[in-house]
């Protein structure tokens, strides 16, 4: 990937439990984002965190970022069916303006009822 | 709220035939991305606009061509089509294309090439 890792590449879990996605990146960044994807289709914005912040937490989403391993994390608390699809993270980088967004590899999270 | 728009929404086209997909943007958005993702790929950069002038560019063949109007949408010429070029392709657009901003993505359009 233009990126870096995502780990794991698939997760299986049952409702109820968490889900802990990791992600890690090359260069340094402005900001990170977490995208989701139903199999296949549109992909959905989660959350945005800069590299100023440590953590974010928006509804059952917990995100970390530490810029100095280049990592991130997403947390899912008490998983649902309905949250199985494909994670990734997205970094943006540091030109000013026009930064694309650069896509990890992504996480396949399938949730068990 | 308003979405990004992208149509067609599905299309098929044969080998070595021509392909324009449109893409319209949250409006008094001004920069346009273009995204294309492979089969099981993770979404790869292709081209961006700022006001009408093309901002960066990734990995776009040189058999594509993308442009944005002064209404701000854009359109993403394919010519000379390959197996290859089947993937889903996605319009994201930002207020100002400023880093910082977030990116909103359009629900993507998915090419099949036969």
């Known amino acids: 990937s233009q990126q870096g890792e995502e780990d794991p590449q698939a997760l299986s879990i049952q409702e109820g439990e968490n889900a802990t996605m990791n992600c890690s990146y090359k260069t340094s960044i402005n900001n990170l984002q977490w995208y989701r994807q139903n199999s296949g289709r549109g992909l959905v914005h989660l959350i945005l965190?800069?590299?100023?912040?440590r953590e974010k937490h928006s509804g059952r989403l917990r995100v970390t970022l530490d810029t100095s391993k280049k990592s991130s994390s997403l947390l899912i608390t008490a998983s649902r069916a309905a949250d199985t699809a494909s994670y990734f993270c997205a970094t943006v980088g540091l030109k000013t303006s026009y930064d694309k967004v650069i896509f990890g590899p992504g996480t396949s999270l399938s949730v068990i009822p | 709220a308003a979405g990004v728009i992208q149509s067609p929404r599905h299309l098929i086209k044969e080998k070595r035939e021509t392909a324009t997909l449109k893409c319209y943007p949250i409006?008094?958005?001004?920069?346009v991305y273009w995204y294309q993702q492979g089969p099981g790929q993770d979404p790869q950069f292709l081209i961006s606009f700022y006001e009408k002038m093309q901002s960066d560019k990734g990995s776009i063949p040189d058999r594509f061509s993308a442009q944005q109007f002064s209404d701000y949408h854009s359109e993403l010429n394919m010519s000379s089509l390959e197996l290859g070029d089947s993937a889903l392709y996605f319009c994201?657009?930002?207020?100002?294309?400023?880093?910082?901003?977030?990116?909103?993505f359009g629900p993507g359009t998915r090419l099949t090439v036969l």
């Open positions: 409006p008094r958005h001004d920069t």
């Open positions: 965190i800069r590299s100023n912040e």
């Open positions: 994201a657009s930002s207020p100002t294309g400023l880093a910082g901003d977030t990116q909103y």
